[in-house]
Every structure is written in C-alpha cells, then in structure tokens.
C-alpha cells in the first residue's frame, strides 16, 4: 500500500497511535495538529485519503470537510466522531466525506474503511486519466499515437501544461515530431481559435530574420514599399512557434529575450509598441545547454525560454507504437494518393520494429507513402535502408512476432475479438491478457 494518508486530530495520542498503526500497515501517513494545515498541502491530484476528527479547535472537521471539497468535490475523507457526534458524522456524509467511524473502532474496521476509500480515490483519478486521454485523441486537431508509456506520459504532460501561461522549451531528434507537439499544444488549448505561427529559424537567411519576426514600417529600409505584419505579431493571442531556435543568430536572440521578458514588440522604423498576448514554444534538436556552455547560445534566453521543459522520445524508444504508425500513415497515403495499400506480412511488421529510425516519425512516414505508392517489395528490399536490428534477444524476438501477430489479426478484423479469438486459437481470457501485455486496445484498430 503506497498511497499517502493525512490523519487530522488535535488530540497527540491518537495522531501517535493512528500513524504508528498505519505505517505498519505500509502506508505513507503524516500528521496535523491543525486542519488549515493539512488544507494547505491539498491539490486536486492528490491521490490519497485523509482521516479527520471532527471535533477541533479553529478549523473543525466540518469546515475541512467543506473547504477540501470546493477544491476536489471527489476526495476521499474519511471523519472520526464520537457518540455524541452521530448526527455531525451524517451530515459530513451528505455533504460528501466518504465514510464516517464512531470511537472508539477496531484497527480492522478502520483498515478495512481506509482500504476501499483509497481504491475509490485511485479509480476517480484513474477515470480522470483516461477522461484526458479520450479528449487528446478525439479532439480537433493533431493527434499524438502511441500506446507505449512514454507516449502516454508525454500526452498527459502536454493536456496538464496545455493553458499554463507560460514559455515551453522542446527537445527532440530530427523528424521526432516537434512541430506536431507545439500544434497539439496550441489546438488542445484555450488559444485554438487564435492564430499558430511557425518560423524555421534555420530556413531563414540570416538578413531576413528579423524583419520577418518583428515586422517594419514602409520606408525602414530600401525595400520596404509598404508596412509589413511580422510574424510575432501575427501570433497576438495565439502561439507563436520557434523552431530550430539554436540557429538563431546571436544579436537577434538579445531582441527575442527582451521581447519574452517585456511582452511587446517594436516593428523596425517603427516608435510604436505592439502589446503582446502570445504563449512563446521554442524547439531544438540539439541541447541547448551545451551551445550556451560553448558561448554559442545565449544564457538568459536559455533560462527565460526553459520554463517548461517537454522531451519527445525518439521512436527507437516506443517500438512497439511503430506498427501503430505505420499503419496510419499507410492509410492516409491510400485516402490521399487514391490507391489500396498492400497489406503488410508479419515478416514485414518485424522488419519495421527491427529498425532504428534514425529519422524518427519523418522516415517512418516517407517509408509509408513509398509503401503505398510503389509497393512493399520496394520498401523492404535489400537497399531499401530497413535493415534488422540483430541485437534483439530470442525472447524479444518471440515477443516482437507475437505482438505483430496480435496486431495483424485485430487490424484484419477491425478490432472485432470474437473474430480474433476464432482465427488465433485463444481463449477469450488469454486474448484480453496478451493485449494487455503489449498495450493493444481494439478501438484501435476500429474503421473509422
């Protein structure tokens, strides 16, 4: 048992005596003399179950209870009382504690309370999670796919950051997916309906820069014929993406960090300033502490720009999402080429999950549309580039092949298990146990 306990009780003996038996029953217990106390080390993802007495000087059980639940209506609160306090103890049932115990109690009973209050507690967030996860997957705008842990966890940092007002700093190989991160950031948001602007710091020449991000007025220099909107400007009230931000010159990284501390702008020629409501995301491919360790990267741009860190997972590291992609991008290059995609040999799936995608996404994706376009013999020749990974264990080996096989049979059948179970030879209990294993989920797999 892991999950933590606040016990809350004036009165040291029982705080002694409820946190010694607790913590012999392996739980992470800590005591307050004083409610507004424990009230101050309460958030709405705290995923334990206090104990509370009611009767007690300055804020009472009651009034915790009242308090604690405008910020969670769904914590689990579990209220001490004493005879005399029964109809206190009903009254904090209807206003929501989970449970009440009248003193003096059994260590069984109270075991026992606790037990289903912290599974009740788990379950609430548990559906919270998946609540998340539903709407990243099925909202409007671009979706992160993956069933592995690491794509999970990352979805779920980008819906907790998504309305933070503040800077977001991402790391990730080429052709990882930054630019998809900062758009599902931007569009799972409350700026969706404003403007997302993307500028390539390295696709731009270096003369050109600044007067693409900051805008100018006509006549501020030879060829300025009219007023130009620059791109940061352009981004007021949405976001506004930097990528490849470690190729910026270093004199433009001075007028970026003043415009990130003072949230304004100044168009070249220009007197004027443009008042800016912008979530700044910066991308690199490379780690930027290190060029600002070699003088090549500004130290307070690094730090102003690095308020919220987020890190893609090359696609080596979530294998077992690459029969997932594939897939999908095979399907989007069929809806859009207007052509069948060949179906895919088990041989071939391991192939795919053999490789190490130096290219991440971008390479898994071009591998795709050639499959589609020109066949799967071509994209998995001998100089097609997919070449094994030998260093796989048998058991990996025999994993990988299952997996595959699992996929093959729920993509042919939609993800219908009935269908699944008949042609593999599983029982049904066996079936549910092997897609749990490797992260599989029908719906998955459903028509669309």
């Known amino acids: 048992m892991s999950i933590p306990i606040y016990i809350i009780d004036d009165e040291p003996t029982i705080l002694q005596a409820l946190k010694q038996l607790l913590t012999m029953e392996g739980y992470h217990t800590e005591v307050f003399s004083d409610a507004r106390d424990a009230m101050k080390k309460l958030d709405r993802d705290w995923p334990g179950v206090v104990l509370s007495d009611i009767n007690m000087p300055g804020m009472d059980g009651v009034a915790f209870l009242r308090e604690a639940l405008k910020l969670d209506d769904e914590f689990s609160i579990v209220m001490l009382t004493g005879h005399g306090d029964i109809s206190t103890a009903v009254e904090s049932m209807r206003l929501g504690a989970y449970d009440f115990i009248e003193k003096p109690f059994s260590n069984e009973m109270l ?14 967030l548990e559906n919270r999670e998946l609540k998340d996860e539903l709407d990243a997957q099925t909202g409007a705008g671009p979706r992160l796919l993956g069933n592995t842990h690491k794509i999970k ?15 977001v700093l991402i790391k990730g190989e080429t052709g990882s997916g930054k630019d998809l991160v900062a758009r599902f950031l931007h569009y799972n948001s409350h700026r969706k309906n404003e403007n997302f602007v993307a500028i390539n710091c390295g696709a731009i020449p270096e003369t050109m820069i600044e007067s693409e991000l900051f805008g100018f007025e006509a006549g501020a220099f030879t060829s300025a014929q009219k ?29 970026l960090l003043r415009v990130l501390e003072d949230r304004r702008i100044e168009p070249l020629g220009s007197n004027r300033h443009v008042d800016l409501d912008i979530r700044v995301i910066a991308a690199a491919k490379i780690d930027l502490l290190e060029l600002v360790e070699k003088g090549e990267f500004r130290e307070d741009l690094y730090y102003r720009l690095n308020v919220i860190n987020v890190e893609i997972p090359p696609l080596r590291e979530r294998k077992e999402d690459i029969s997932l992609l594939f897939q999908h991008y095979a399907a989007l290059a069929s809806s859009r080429f207007n052509t069948d995609a060949p179906r895919l040999t088990n ?9 190490n995608w130096p290219g991440n996404i971008r390479e898994l994706r071009n591998a795709a549309e050639r499959f589609v376009l020109m066949g799967g013999q071509t994209v998995f020749d001998e100089d097609s580039g997919l070449e094994a990974n030998g260093d796989l264990t048998l058991a990996e080996r025999v994993a990988q092949y299952e997996r595959d096989v699992l996929e093959s049979a729920l993509r042919e059948h939609d993800g219908r298990l009935i269908d699944v179970q008949q042609q593999l030879g599983l029982p049904r209990k066996t079936l549910y146990d092997k897609m749990r294993k490797y992260g599989l989920v029908k719906d998955d797999f459903k028509l669309s």
């Open 153 to 167: 966890a990352l979805r779920r940092l980008l819906m907790q950051i998504k309305d933070i007002p503040a800077d």
């Open 227 to 255: 007023k130009r909107v620059g791109k940061i400007e352009h981004a007021n009230g949405g976001t506004f993406f930097l990528d490849e931000i470690e190729s910026m010159p270093m004199a433009l990284q001075i007028k």
């Open 347 to 355: 041989e071939q799936l391991v192939r795919l999950q053999q490789h």
């Open 111 to 124: 075991l026992d309370v606790l037990k289903r209050a912290g599974e009740k507690r788990a379950l609430v």
